[in-house]
Nanobody, 123 residues
């Protein structure tokens, strides 16, 4: 079975950086497009970014390109989310997801999900 395990979350001061990783088990990682979502308390799951099977980045808005960068390393079965210039409003549980069916932006379209990793940004 495909399993996703996020890591790299934690507490960081505003303006700081974190790099999240998501390691995917199984032998089909290279066939998966991957996405990152986040969910803050009281809010729905929000699309952050995604990466295609060939490594192309997908953003809901161009403004995300300035702070968040997604990448993948197929040799390590891992997708990364580099987060820079973090703000308190970035505080959320961050989830990686695999294998979207139809849309990169809709959470329900992804077949597999990790357990999430907490990111807390202090002011």
């Amino acid at each position: 079975q495909v399993q996703l395990v996020e890591s790299g979350g934690g507490l960081v001061q505003a303006g700081g950086s974190l790099r999240l990783s998501c390691e995917v088990s199984g032998r089909t990682f290279s066939s998966f497009a991957m996405g990152w979502f986040r969910q803050a308390p009281g809010k729905g799951r929000e699309f952050v970014t995604a990466v295609t099977r060939s490594g192309g980045a997908i953003y809901y808005t161009d403004s995300m390109k300035g702070r968040f960068t997604i990448s993948r390393d197929n040799a390590k079965n891992t997708v990364y989310l580099q987060m820079n210039s973090l703000k308190p409003e970035d505080t959320a549980v961050y989830y990686c997801a695999a294998d979207p069916m139809g849309s990169y932006y809709r959470p329900n379209d992804y077949r597999y999900w990790g357990q999430g990793t907490q990111v807390t940004v202090s002011s």
